[in-house]
């Protein structure tokens, strides 16, 4: 009899289970921060959390335009976090990139939270806060390619940011100078310290631990991250930094006031060539006649030293060793730049290198050679991937050497190196057989079945679990290594670096001599890089 009553109730425990599961899942997935409660959704089967579109700032609108950013207001009630906030007003620039939210605004300094579904405010997760790269004028949190549905499941919680791009974060004029006493531009990047502070306030309530982030971005993003590790506004808001092809070692920056003038005489023509005479008629100007005003002339808007973000250049503050004594992971892919290769003949390297090192054209070509066709297009390859700019960069490989080297030599921190160099398959937006800008990401995030038209091989999905596991456990400890990894050396004096391929090796990099020779060469004020 017992156990007939047994059988009967076992039905009504599952039922009863399952209603409390539920009710535990609902809970977890409302969440109350500084400003009010949101509530998010699960995704990846269940396995992950994540909290969309959440205000890390007020709407940069109105007056607020081409000012610092200001706290997010209050809210009551449950906020849905459920949807991607706005990406960034911006002109559409590169075809490979795509958004899963409503479209442009200026509204739009909001961030993501991604955290593993088992995830509690007792849990104390490493942090991850991502910046997008776009060059400073294109990009979103929300692109496929940065979604949070794997990373987390590697133990960490990861942090996706908006910031404000092209001429809504670094016009820098005299006037607006003169209204923030002496402080104007670098808005992308004061929002990108708003987010950490956000993350500082308000990511225990989520599961992370505020006393551990890790700060890390691809191109403008990398740039970024060189920058705020300079940053006396960004100090002990992150404790480990890495970047993915690029810094602002490469950025010709000046002496405060020299640079300054400069960017301010500038971005003064772009606003004299509007016909408004004040501020005020310049924040009242729709957001559509903005950006085609910068489109018709092809502006570009840049950051620089404003006093406030940065006091100096960033050379003088890293050989001086005034940077953030953080550990630090930085690389760069093999094939950054390639499109010349197709049509590189020895006969064209040989004269295209004349042309431009002179007297020093022998020299170039031992770093450089060029005596075969296969041979002068691996080099044009190479030079153009060292130091051909993309905006914001003046040069991604050899700039991103340089932000290592310098780190190596005055930041009191373990420092790592990789370089990405398994070419990619074809795709919708690109032909393959090159480890190109960019390629890395869908490796970082896991999401590789988020590029059109790519077909992954095998040797693809395991690079991505093991480049997971690298960039999680360097977020967790500063040390990318773990179990069943590749060892992955530090990099010292004997610049020991590891290679991202087919098959993970690692050992000394056979090019600084290279980076070197480029550096002593190309003409970017050495005043401000002390040591070379």
Wanted: charge should be neutral; charged fraction near 20%; glycine fraction near 8%.
């Amino acid at each position: 009899m017992k156990i007939g009553l047994r059988a009967l109730r076992m039905p009504t425990m599952i039922a009863m289970a399952l209603v409390l599961s539920a009710s535990v899942q609902a809970d977890s997935l409302t969440v109350k921060t500084e400003q009010g409660s949101v509530h998010g959704k699960t995704i990846n089967e269940g396995k992950v959390k994540a909290f969309l579109g959440l205000p890390y700032a007020a709407p940069p609108v109105g007056d607020l335009r081409w000012k610092a950013p200001q706290p997010p207001a209050p809210w009551k009630g449950d906020r849905d976090a459920t949807h991607f906030g706005a990406h960034c007003a911006q002109n559409p620039i590169f075809d490979d990139m795509m958004f899963q939210d409503s479209g442009p605004s200026e509204d739009c300094l909001f961030l993501n939270v991604y955290a593993p579904a088992a995830s509690s405010q007792k849990s104390r997760l490493p942090v991850m806060v991502w910046i997008h790269g776009g060059a400073f004028l294109a990009g979103s949190s929300s692109e496929p390619r940065h979604n949070g549905e794997f990373l987390p499941l590697k133990g960490v919680i990861l942090v996706t940011i908006n910031y404000r791009l092209g001429v809504f974060g670094f016009l820098a004029t005299a006037d607006l100078a003169k209204e923030a006493n002496g402080a104007a531009g670098n808005y992308g990047l004061m929002d990108m310290v708003a987010a950490l502070l956000w993350v500082k306030a308000n990511i225990r309530q989520f599961g992370g631990d505020p006393a551990n982030v890790t700060l890390f971005g691809e191109s403008a993003g990398s740039y970024a991250v060189s920058v705020l590790m300079a940053s006396p506004l960004a100090r002990g808001l992150f404790q480990k930094a890495f970047g993915e092809s690029g810094s602002a070692f490469g950025a010709q920056y000046l002496s405060k006031d020299l640079q300054t003038m400069r960017q301010q005489r500038r971005d003064g023509r772009w606003v004299d060539s509007l016909g408004v005479r004040s501020l005020a008629e310049l924040r009242a100007l729709p957001t559509e006649a903005i950006l085609q005003a910068v489109k018709s002339g092809n502006w570009y808007f840049e950051s620089g030293i404003d006093g406030k973000v940065l006091t100096e250049p960033i050379q003088v503050t890293y050989a001086a060793g005034r940077q953030a004594h953080v550990p630090l992971l930085a690389g760069w892919n093999r094939d950054e730049i390639a499109s010349r290769a197709s049509s590189m003949t020895a006969e064209k390297w040989k004269a295209s290198s004349t042309a431009n090192f002179g007297a020093r054209t022998e020299e170039f070509l031992k770093f450089y050679p060029g005596d075969t066709d296969v041979q002068a297009r691996r080099s044009a390859i190479d030079y153009d991937s060292d130091w051909q700019p993309v905006a914001p960069l003046a040069s991604i490989g050899v700039s991103t050497w340089e932000w290592l080297e310098k780190h190596r030599m005055t930041g009191k921190s373990p420092v790592y190196c990789y370089r990405m160099e398994l070419p990619a398959p074809p795709s919708k937006y690109h032909s393959g057989s090159f480890a190109f800008h960019s390629d890395e990401i869908e490796y970082v995030f896991g999401t590789l079945d988020t590029r059109p038209g790519a077909v992954w091989r095998p040797e693809d999905r395991k690079l991505s679990e093991q480049m997971m596991s690298y960039w999680t456990n360097f977020a967790k400890t500063g040390d990318p290594n773990g179990a069943g990894l590749p060892h992955w050396p530090r990099y010292g004096e004997n610049r020991e670096m590891i290679h991202l391929d087919s098959t993970v090796t690692a050992g000394p990099d056979a090019e600084p001599s290279r980076y070197e020779f480029m550096l002593r060469t190309m003409p970017i004020d050495r005043a401000y890089r002390p040591g070379l």
